[in-house]
């Protein structure tokens, strides 16, 4: 198992944000602070972009060209109101914790997203120690959930402040194909005509490992909320 000390993992964690914050506050704070894209304002509708769950193919195809942050939908709910977000079609895709999990570890093994200082730092700084899947998952825990965002459990997106689904629509990553068809027809009544769904950002990885049933379990348990809420079977995957 790989060790971190408490100190140097302390050290990790807060540089990690420091450059987080540096990085949103000093290139992005009045992009966030006014943020509501114009592809939603025109169309009345939100994209609910959860990390590793095709959200960048999903933009590219329903035609959004804005960069769509990963913010929850709380954020939309708290900042602009109910009033204006009951009159929006809001909608996501979700994805089964455990082939989510092993998404992220490999999209941050490998650099993550070129170009997000972030992602370059975590997985220089953090992800290059692991050798395995199971070694990081030794170290991974329901604290370390919230170190960095594409590790969020997708509660924390979809879900308003209260714990509820905040969502009018969700598809499932398992049968995209399937459900983007769905999405389209309902983007269409709303004006927008949506491509033929485009495999963008998609996570390459190698030697897919074999997990125990401990390995599972310890899943299911840090992401209870998410088997739960979404209905997911921690072995079916």
């Known amino acids: 198992m790989l060790a971190f000390s408490h100190a140097l993992w302390t050290l990790i964690y807060q540089h990690t944000y420091l450059i987080r914050f540096n990085y949103i506050f000093k ?7 006014n ?16 990390p590793k769950t ?11 060209t ?25 909608f996501s895709f979700v994805r089964h914790p455990v082939t989510r999990l092993l998404s992220a570890y490999f999209f ?7 170009g997000i200082p972030e992602d370059n730092f975590f997985s220089e700084k953090v992800m290059s120690q692991f050798s395995s899947f199971h070694e990081f998952l030794e170290w991974f825990s329901p604290s370390k959930v919230w170190v960095y965002i594409h590790f969020f459990p997708q509660s924390y997106f979809i879900c308003d402040s209260k714990g509820n689904i905040y969502q009018d629509w969700i598809g499932r990553f398992e049968q995209i194909e399937k459900d983007y068809e ?9 004006g927008i005509q949506a491509k033929p769904l485009a495999k963008r950002n998609v996570t390459q990885k190698k030697n897919t490992p074999k997990l125990s049933k401990q ?20 072995e079916n995957f």
Do not use: C
Not at 27 to 33: H, M, P
Not at 36 to 46: D, W
Not at 108 to 114: H, I, T
């Open 35 to 50: 943020f509501f894209p114009t592809f939603f304002k025109q169309y009345n509708v939100i994209l609910t972009h959860i």
């Open 27 to 33: 290139y992005k704070r009045v992009f966030l602070k």
């Open 182 to 190: 769905q999405l389209r027809e309902l983007l269409a009544q709303r």
């Open 108 to 114: 941050l093994k490998g650099g993550g997203y070129k």
């Open 54 to 64: 095709a959200g960048t193919s999903l933009r590219h195809s329903i035609g959004i």
């Open 66 to 90: 804005e960069n769509i942050p990963h913010l929850p939908i709380k954020w939309y709910k708290e900042k602009y109101g109910d009033h204006l977000l009951s009159k929006m079609f809001k």
């Open 215 to 234: 390995e599972i379990y310890k899943i299911y348990e840090i992401y209870k909320s998410d088997f739960d809420l979404l209905n997911y079977d921690p």
